[in-house]
């Protein structure tokens, strides 16, 4: 398995973030769901990170979406649930968190479902040193969300 910076505009992606949309979409309303598009992955300050197997499949992502010069933010981490328990997620958080060093950010947060269904979030977020916070930037505090956020420098 490898983990490279790729652009989201590729077939296997938008069929990644399909399935990643697919799973979250029955967990919380609407209203509270922060996705961010193929296209908007796309864009300037967003890194995205894709984990491919062997066979050049796309098994997982994860991007960083900067938002100054001290925060950065975790978005679209997903792993098939073929490849869960291969520990992608941490070896993602790990690239992410490394760049966000190389640009010299202070912290990383992250938003994500309080609902049942997200449990495997909150675990790889935890055993990787993130603590729960408040809500952040421009997120309602709804009851739908769980905060989190890890200094990085």
């Known amino acids: ?13 938008r069929a990644l973030v399909k399935q990643l949309n697919e799973y979250m979409m029955p967990l919380t309303p609407k209203e509270f769901q922060f996705q961010l598009t193929v296209e908007q992955m796309a864009e300037p300050g967003v890194t995205l990170f894709v984990a491919r197997n062997d066979a050049n499949q796309a098994i997982g992502m994860g991007a960083l979406k900067q938002h100054d010069a001290q925060l ?28 966000a060093r190389s640009n010299e950010l202070k912290e990383l947060k992250l938003e994500t479902g309080e609902a049942p269904g ?33 200094k990085i420098a």
């Open 72 to 99: 950065g933010e975790v978005k679209r981490m997903f792993t098939l649930d073929e490849n869960r328990g291969e520990r992608i997620g941490s070896k993602i958080l790990k690239e992410i968190e490394d760049l």
């Open 1 to 13: 398995m490898r983990i490279e910076v790729e652009t989201p505009l590729q077939d296997d992606i």
């Open 118 to 150: 997200f449990e495997l979030a909150w675990r790889l977020y935890e055993r990787n040193g993130y603590q729960t916070c408040g809500a952040f930037l421009d997120y309602p505090d709804s009851g739908f969300s769980r905060f989190y956020f890890k």
